[in-house]
């Protein structure tokens, strides 16, 4: 079975400083997707980035991007110009490319000092 | 473009009794999954339905059950309401197959059971 590992509980930065957040995984299979979801205070959980397993290039969007290191099976997000906004939990998740179940981990809180 | 849409928002039951959980999915998405997130975790996968059928199911009992209509929305029922059932609970769309599709997740119906 697939695991979805978030070893930092508990993460805060400066705003408009750079923090990285860590996830690892757990998987025999060669074909899949992670992705980065965020869940403010008001619960609802929003998709910040995907990166799809064969492709080496790691995916980036706006100020979010993602270090995907396929044989060390880890997938970190790291987050620039850190803004009040990004306030959150965030989830690592992992689905294989045949199976529609998404795998999380146990999130990170992100706290921004202003 | 609506989103995905959950009702009710918070729903208070007390053990024993059924409650039924209503999702509708984002426009043009025909596949519904159902997730549990008991209070400080990661969302749990409970099944997923497309075409009115459900095609997967994480390890939850019997007495979770759902449904699927015509018009793609879905229902989540739980018997037999139990004190650890006590979560948010999740529904999230997505197009059945579509490669590397990304499930949408809805705000969340937070249920308490006394």
């Known amino acids: 079975a697939q695991t979805v590992t978030q070893s930092q509980p508990e993460m805060s930065v400066q705003e408009a400083e750079t923090v990285t957040l860590s996830c690892t995984y757990d998987?025999?299979?060669?074909?899949?997707?992670l992705f980065w979801y965020k869940q403010p205070p008001s619960r609802q959980m929003i998709l910040v980035i995907r990166?799809?397993?064969?492709?080496?290039q790691n995916a980036t969007e706006n100020r979010f991007s993602v270090n995907f290191q396929k044989a060390a099976k880890s997938f970190s997000l790291k987050i620039s110009d850190s803004q009040l906004g990004d306030a959150a939990m965030y989830f690592c998740a992992y689905r294989s490319a045949g199976n529609e179940k998404l795998t999380f981990g146990t999130g990170t809180r992100l706290t921004i000092i202003p | 473009d609506a989103g995905v849409t959950q009702s009710p928002t918070h729903l208070i039951k007390t053990r024993g009794q059924q409650v039924t959980l209503r999702c509708s999915p984002k426009s043009g998405h025909d596949t519904v999954s159902w997730y549990q997130q008991a209070l400080g975790q990661g969302p749990q996968f409970i099944f997923q339905?497309?075409?009115?059928?459900?095609?997967q199911r994480g390890n939850f009992p019997d007495r979770f059950s759902g449904h699927q209509f015509p018009n793609y929305s879905s229902e989540l029922n739980v018997n037999a309401l139990l004190l650890g059932d006590s979560a948010l609970y999740l529904c999230?769309?997505?197009?059945?197959?579509?490669?590397?599709?990304?499930?949408?997740f809805g705000p969340g119906t937070r249920l308490t059971v006394l």
């Open positions: 339905y497309y075409e009115e059928e459900e095609r």
């Open positions: 998987t025999s299979e060669s074909d899949y997707y």
């Open positions: 990166q799809e397993a064969y492709k080496q």
């Open positions: 999230a769309s997505s197009l059945f197959r579509a490669r590397g599709d990304t499930q949408y």
